[in-house]
């Protein structure tokens, strides 16, 4: 018996999917290599914007043909579309060929829903309100160099425009010795690289037990101790709680990498009111300042959304000057998606959807002219690159990244592989650089 995922979406669905791989294969199945030789296939969804969960309805409708070649199929949904009531009801009624229907909070129950599936016959559906934090379930991993770990799940914040609060449930850590536990055993099978996942992870900690008395700055410390771990990343950090004691924690770590995703949103102080973010333009600028006073050679990332609400012409100039005023190393731009039971769904005007491209355009335009600048400096540097791996279009070059997480290609020398490399930066671009090794391992 064999199993096939498509899953979707940011890291959580490729944990939750490692959970159910994990639960299948101790029930006898095996990964299939395509589609076509699967018994039970999954699809972990996301429903961030709408694009992502056009992608599902597509491929919903193409297992509607897969299905009624092979009767015995067993087709789930799972992820954050089913995660909404309303959704999950109209996919069971959309699709009556689903034979299974659940949300992210019944992970934990996957086993005894597949096997209601199975014995019944017609659709099982289940989607219950909230979930604890689960430790010791099942899970298939692939191991290589770099891992994500998931340190807390859920999110409280409520941004007018997210869904994530909705489809993830409230916020949960993780204990510390779990993850630490997590992360020792990853070095132990030469994983390097981990990122510390969560939709916030400054606010680590907030609902553990008081006598714990442990943050994120403290979390990242000690992970920072963990023998064998090269480097250390953490995304997602809100800027309202980033602290200074994080800040020096950074400086002072020695496998805590120098990049800060900081997602800022908007420029304009009129709409980051209106999409709940608890800063100000003034606050977030402080914040960034305080970063590179701190440590100058950070790299920021962001992500920001165009065409919110209400968003004017001055307000979208207002986002751009902000972009140049930082210089961001890379930002992540989306057109707003309304997303049906968020509160900004229902602000007025929502913008026409050729607007919201066009400023997605110029964010873009303006964005890659500021990271190609960021880039340059760079040229002729000596940086720290961690080798991944083959280049992905072109064989005869290595990939890896910097601490400060830019794509560097080499040429391929063998056993290079897992290495942390001094390279000298001999071209730049807006998405990568080309360097020469100097000659010295780490
Ligand atoms: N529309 C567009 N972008 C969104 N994001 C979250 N919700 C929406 C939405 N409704 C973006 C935010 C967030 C990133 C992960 O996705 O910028 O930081
Ligand atoms: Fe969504 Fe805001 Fe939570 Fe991020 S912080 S997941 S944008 S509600």
Not at 367 to 389: P, S, T, Y
Not at 407 to 426: A, C, M, Q, Y
Request: with cysteine; aromatic share 8%; charged share 25%.
């Amino acid at each position: 018996m064999k199993y096939y995922f498509h899953i979707f979406g940011c890291q959580m669905n490729e944990a939750d999917a490692e959970v159910l791989a994990g639960f299948l294969v101790s029930m006898g199945y095996s990964r299939a290599e395509s589609e076509s030789e699967a018994d039970i296939i999954l699809l972990i969804t996301c429903c961030v914007r709408e694009h992502a969960e056009s992608r599902v309805y597509g491929k919903l409708g193409e297992l509607a043909r897969l299905k009624q070649l092979k009767p015995s199929l067993v087709v789930g949904i799972s992820g954050c579309m089913p995660q909404q009531a309303d959704v999950a009801e109209s996919l069971r009624v959309k699709f009556p060929y689903l034979d299974l229907i659940f949300g992210t909070h019944n992970l934990p129950d996957f086993p005894r829903l597949l096997e209601e599936a199975q014995a019944h016959g017609g659709q099982v559906l289940e989607v219950v309100e909230e979930g604890e934090v689960r430790e010791n379930l099942p899970r298939v991993r692939q191991i290589g160099l770099k891992a994500w770990v998931s340190i807390m799940y859920g999110c409280n914040n409520y941004c007018t425009y997210c869904i994530v609060p909705y489809v993830r449930g409230r916020e949960r850590s993780r204990l510390p010795e779990a993850i630490l536990a997590e992360i020792r055993e990853l070095t132990e099978q030469g994983c390097l690289e981990v990122t510390l996942l969560g939709q916030n992870v400054n606010s680590y900690g907030r609902g553990l037990a008081p006598q714990l008395r442990v943050d994120f700055a403290d979390l990242l410390a000690a992970v920072d101790k963990v023998p064998g771990m090269q480097r250390v990343r953490f995304m997602t950090s809100h800027p309202r709680d980033f602290s200074d004691k994080l800040i020096e924690t950074v400086f002072n770590s020695s496998s805590v990498c120098e990049h800060f995703h900081l997602p800022v949103q908007s420029g304009s102080n009129q709409v980051l009111a209106r999409m709940n973010r608890g800063y100000t333009r003034e606050t977030y600028l402080e914040l960034v300042h305080k970063l590179r006073a701190a440590i100058p050679h950070a790299a920021i990332t962001t992500d920001i959304i165009v065409g919110f609400p209400g968003e004017t012409e001055q307000d979208f100039s207002e986002t751009l000057d902000l972009v140049r005023e930082v210089a961001f190393d890379s930002v992540f731009a989306f057109a707003y998606s309304a997303r049906s039971g968020t509160p900004a769904a229902d602000f007025a005007p929502q913008l026409p959807k050729a607007e919201k491209s066009l400023r997605l355009k110029q964010l873009i335009d303006t964005a890659n002219a500021i990271a190609l600048v960021r880039n340059q400096k760079l040229a002729d540097k000596v940086v720290e690159v961690l080798v991944e791996g083959p280049s992905k279009t072109n064989p005869d070059r290595l990939t890896g990244r910097t601490r400060t997480n830019k794509l560097v290609h080499l040429d391929s020398e063998p056993d290079l592989v897992g290495k942390l490399l001094d390279v000298r930066i001999t071209r730049v671009q807006t998405f990568s650089m080309l360097g020469e090794r100097t000659g010295v391992e780490r």
